[in-house]
């Protein structure tokens, strides 16, 4: 059994995050919260840290005056706090939805034009084949605005399977993402924690 | 008909202590089920393969400790077969957890004589996800000025020449969810054509299929099979080739409460049916 006093912090968490699996309780929720606490602490110092070097120090070391306008537009944000000005806080929003909106406009490049490209295929291959005709009738389940003859209906149908099975497959691997994390935490209990299971 | 009704009624707790022991057993005695590597890991360890010695790889750490488990052990692997072949590794993080993990590998490194500073680096942690991105593509420095240690970034040996993205011969991204390959792509290998390569939790890997198929990722891995899989194609084995067992296991458990619990489903209402 381990006599590092940090994994048997970590041992104690994890069984108390575990106690959960039988019924919600005060252990866990204690845990829980602490977990959260923990989790913001550490972000902050993190924040902190970054502002510092990306703005603080070229600011005061280095003379950049351009630092005072992320500087500022951050302080502007607590205006939120703060009754009658608490409006003032949506021009950094603003700012920030601005820039995020300008961002995203690659994504016609990258997640339209390019994805549309991928579907210009050959059909020369099975392979090639379900993408094309999994494409263009999960599609077609989305297309409302047009007469819902048979050809329509019964590409939409078959789009109806195609997102099902796409659906089964997101299913599939969150339950592998899941039971990964259980390994996981035995792997730590009964590897780091108690010697059970040979490194 | 009754068994099925207690079969249908089966207390959530007792599915919890068989899905434990079927994980936990094969981990104990592991059985060495086979399993092969798949094309698109050896996509992946083709694309690290190929790099000549001194080449200069970034790893992007965005993974959160939650999904760290399905993701950490392919950095890992990825990492170690950066350092067998004598690459030099840049690390970065647009999450805040990033940092940590990448320190944790560079010190197993630093404990096998490789050198900080001139085989590897930790620039830390950057924050605005993609707008740090786009900061980073084109100019490395700007969200990064200093790395974890307290050392000026462009100061140190392993970054000499590096400036953009596109210094890079080739960048990994290691993902939970935002930022991801998605922000990478749309920040830095549309823009730099820098070969882009990721890592992602297995929830992810359906969605980031898609860009693996039309060629803006050069490879793919997702979850702990592919970690797995990629020291089984390094020939060394690791944690990720040990929990391959449990994996197994724990999905047999799973397909068996599903099968069972649509049989008692059925049964219960073609009883109700009959009534």
């Not at chain 1, 006093?5 to 575990?18: K, N, R, S």
């Not at chain 1, 972000?43 to 902190?48: A, C, D, L, N, S």
């Not at chain 2, 089966?10 to 060495?32: C, E, F, K």
Request: one cysteine or more; aromatic letters at 12%.
């Amino acid at each position: 059994m381990s006599t590092d006093l940090g994994v048997w912090v970590a041992a104690i968490c994890t069984l108390a995050m575990f106690t959960f699996l039988y019924k919600d309780n005060t252990v866990f929720r204690t845990f829980q919260h602490l977990y959260v606490g923990v989790a913001a602490g550490y972000g902050i110092v993190f924040q902190y840290k970054s502002i510092k070097n990306i703005a603080w120090d070229p600011l005061t070391k280095k003379g950049d005056m351009l630092m005072l306008v992320p500087i500022i537009l951050g302080l502007l944000m607590f205006t939120r706090f703060i009754k009658g000005y608490s409006w003032i806080s949506r021009w950094p929003i603003a700012f920030l939805i601005g820039l995020g909106a300008a961002l995203s406009m690659k994504a016609i490049e990258t997640d339209f034009v390019r994805q549309i490209q991928a579907t210009l295929i050959p059909w020369n291959s099975i392979d090639n084949i379900v993408i094309i005709v999994g494409t263009v009738t999960a599609l077609t389940y989305f297309y409302f605005t047009v007469k819902q003859n048979s050809l329509v209906k019964g590409a939409s149908t078959v789009g109806r399977y195609v997102l099902m099975m796409t659906f089964g497959a997101s299913f599939g691997n969150g339950v592998m993402g899941r039971i990964s994390l259980l390994i996981s935490r035995f792997q730590f209990l009964f590897t780091d924690w108690i010697y059970i299971i040979k490194k | 008909m009754d068994f099925l009704m207690k079969l249908g009624n089966t207390d959530r707790r007792i599915l919890y202590i068989i899905l434990a022991l079927a994980v936990l057993m094969p981990l104990i005695s592991p059985m060495g089920l086979p399993f092969r590597v798949s094309p698109w890991t050896e996509k992946f360890y083709g694309a690290v393969e190929k790099l000549q010695a001194g080449d200069i790889m970034l790893m992007s750490i965005d993974y959160s400790i939650g999904g760290a488990p399905d993701v950490h052990p392919q950095a890992e692997a990825i990492f170690k077969h950066a350092m067998r072949k004598n690459l030099k590794v840049v690390f970065v993080a647009f999450v805040t957890e990033g940092v940590e993990f990448g320190n944790q590998m560079i010190i197993a490194a630093e404990a096998t004589g490789k050198k900080y500073g001139q085989d590897f680096v930790n620039l830390g942690f950057a924050p605005g996800v993609e707008v740090a991105i786009s900061a980073f593509g084109q100019d490395i420095y700007k969200p990064f000025p200093k790395d974890v240690r307290g050392n000026v970034a462009q100061d140190l040996p392993i970054m000499k020449g590096l400036k953009t993205a596109a210094d890079f011969k080739l960048i990994t991204e290691y993902a939970t969810g935002i930022p991801g390959p998605a922000e990478w792509i749309r920040q830095v290998q549309t823009r730099y054509k820098t070969p882009l390569a990721c890592g992602v939790v297995t929830m992810m890997g359906p969605q980031t299929e898609a860009y693996y198929q039309s060629g803006q990722l050069v490879a793919l891995l997702s979850g702990l099979r592919s970690a797995a899989e990629y020291e089984v194609a390094m020939k060394a084995p690791g944690s990720a080739t040990a929990a391959m067992d449990a994996q197994s296991m724990g999905h047999i458990a799973l397909v068996l409460f599903v099968v069972l619990g649509n049989i008692a489903y059925f049964g219960e209402k073609s009883k109700k049916g009959r009534r």
